[in-house]
């Protein structure tokens, strides 16, 4: 059932000494489904390399980290939709890249942010698909469906603005306490999704667009997982991966950098557990919107919040950075102390033998940390490729 309410509403946002007003018109899924999307073949909205969206992760969290397995209780599930009814063909219609150029007031606004720090990274809550659904009098199916027509709204926006990447929470292991019925009717949709994600490769290697599915995968289905990782060893080598510390490269969300942003919508003020790590410098920006209800001033409100916080933000960024060089640097100054006590040397002696020891220690740490490292992306990518080629 579609939601056949048509409307409109002046949205106004300030910024500077400017009010942009936009008209919002027909749901999302109603202009999607009504075949109003760009030609594949149009290049209006090509980019630079550098300016493309590079990375759409889809996660959803629940704190449970080992070491070993770094299985956080993540899992990835795209939640568009609860119910199974859903036909391939309105499957199909619904893109994950959608096309366009913004609108006259949407470019103008666009380049008032870019004349600023644009974030390189934003993360997503979806957060009120079932009180859309309710608000509209429509099955919550609907909800999900438009919450995912929003998401792919909401890349075109990130693409002609400039943002590289995009991390949305899409469903945490908690969900799986909803009806079987429900559950199952959403990995059912999540199968269709990344059956079609396959039939966009164009568009994903056109805008270098690399995806990645982050989570315990493990308590998805089998033919689930198989697509998941075809879709990430097919689009692999559309990134440039990004060096972290040893801790960030062990987390899931390794080969990005933090978020910039973190956006909630519905007025829920928490994070559920999501990027807890990743979002502690990062600019908290809660909205009241819903997320099917979602338009590009809400986001441009956001940017220019990041905007307007950043030099704090980079300066808390860097304070941190510099604290964790002379925490590290403090620990190998006590340990080469140990080292020359136990060889019945002055600790306060040579200095050149304590650089020389210094420099050692670093070096072998390094090495260990290296080889870990290299056996951890080992394991995950004979994961990825066992389930990719099961699934070719």
């Known amino acids: 059932m579609m939601c056949q309410d048509i409307w409109k509403k002046s949205v106004h946002v300030r910024i500077r000494k400017w009010e942009l007003p936009c008209s919002k018109g027909l749901p999302l899924a109603c202009r999607g489904l009504s075949g109003l999307e760009q030609s594949l073949d149009s290049d209006a909205c090509c980019l630079p390399q550098s300016s493309r969206v590079s990375l759409v992760s889809f996660i959803a969290s629940k704190d449970d980290f080992s070491l070993f397995s770094f299985i956080q209780g993540y899992l990835a599930v795209f939640c568009c939709c609860c119910c199974s009814c859903v036909i391939s ?26 004349a600023g720090p644009v974030p390189k990274h934003i993360a997503f809550i979806m957060d009120g698909n079932r009180r859309y659904a309710k608000k509209c009098q429509v099955e919550r199916q609907e909800g ?6 929003k998401l792919a709204e909401t890349l075109r926006w990130c693409l ?24 199952d009717g959403l990995l059912d949709l999540a ?11 164009e568009k994903l290697q056109k805008h270098g667009v690399c995806i990645r599915v982050l989570g315990d995968l493990h308590l998805l289905p089998l033919d689930l997982q198989e697509k998941i990782a075809h879709a990430i060893q097919a689009t ?44 502690s410098h990062s600019c908290l ?24 916080n950043h030099g704090a933000l980079q300066k808390a960024r860097d304070m941190y950075a510099e604290e964790r060089k002379r925490r590290q640097l403090e620990r190998d100054q006590a340990a080469v102390t140990e080292q020359l006590l136990r060889e019945g040397l002055q600790a306060s002696g040579d200095a050149q033998l304590r650089r020389t020891r210094m420099h050692k220690l670093s070096t072998k740490r390094e090495e260990r940390v290296q080889g870990f490292l290299k056996a951890l992306e080992v394991k995950r990518a004979n994961w990825l490729a066992l389930w990719g080629t099961a699934s070719a």
């Not at 063909?89 to 666009?110: P, V």
């Not at 920006?285 to 307007?308: D, G, H, S």
């Open 191 to 201: 199968r269709q999704k990344f059956s079609c994600l396959m039939e966009e490769q």
């Open 285 to 308: 920006v809660f909205q009241p919107v819903l997320w099917p209800e979602y338009t590009f001033w809400n986001l441009c409100e956001a940017i220019l919040q990041f905007q307007r």
């Open 144 to 149: 999900h469906t438009q919450g995912f027509n």
């Open 89 to 114: 063909d309105l499957a199909r219609t619904m893109s994950w890249i959608k096309e366009g150029e913004l609108s006259l007031w949407e470019r103008f606004c666009a380049n008032i942010i870019k």
């Open 236 to 279: 692999k080598n559309y990134n440039n991966d990004v060096s972290e510390s040893l801790l960030d490269k062990c987390l899931y969300s390794n080969h990005s950098p933090h978020p910039d942003i973190l956006i909630r919508t519905s007025g829920e003020v928490r994070l559920s557990d999501f990027l807890l790590w990743q979002t």
């Open 160 to 183: 002609n603005l400039g943002i590289l990447e995009v991390t949305v929470y899409a469903f945490s292991i908690e969900n799986f306490k909803r009806s079987k019925s429900e559950v």
